[in-house]
């Protein structure tokens, strides 16, 4: 797992390769999400806590009886 994660680049030199337009920000955005190994992990559970216990399913959701 180690040598996985020694061979990448640092990933904030991707940022100023591209001009700043909205779209290469939320492809860089979600760059960052798919490679973050502890998003991956705690993600899923923070989202079910947040709408077990919160009852909030997030933005695009909408919460039934």
Same mark, same amino acid.
């Given at each position: &797992? *180690? /040598? =996985?994660?020694?061979?990448? %680049?640092? +990933? #904030?030199?991707?940022?100023?390769? &591209? %001009? $700043?337009?909205? #779209?290469? !920000? /939320?492809?860089?955005?979600?760059?960052?999400? @798919? #490679?973050? *190994? !502890?998003? =991956? !992990?705690?993600? $899923? *559970?923070? +989202?079910?806590? +947040?709408?077990? *216990?919160?009852? @909030?399913?997030? @933005? =695009?959701?909408?919460?039934?009886?």
């Amino acid at each position: &797992m *180690w /040598r =996985k994660y020694c061979n990448r %680049r640092v +990933q #904030a030199v991707s940022l100023f390769r &591209m %001009r $700043p337009t909205s #779209a290469h !920000l /939320r492809a860089y955005e979600e760059e960052l999400e @798919d #490679a973050s *190994w !502890l998003g =991956k !992990l705690l993600r $899923p *559970w923070v +989202q079910y806590a +947040q709408f077990t *216990w919160l009852g @909030d399913g997030g @933005d =695009k959701a909408l919460v039934g009886r």
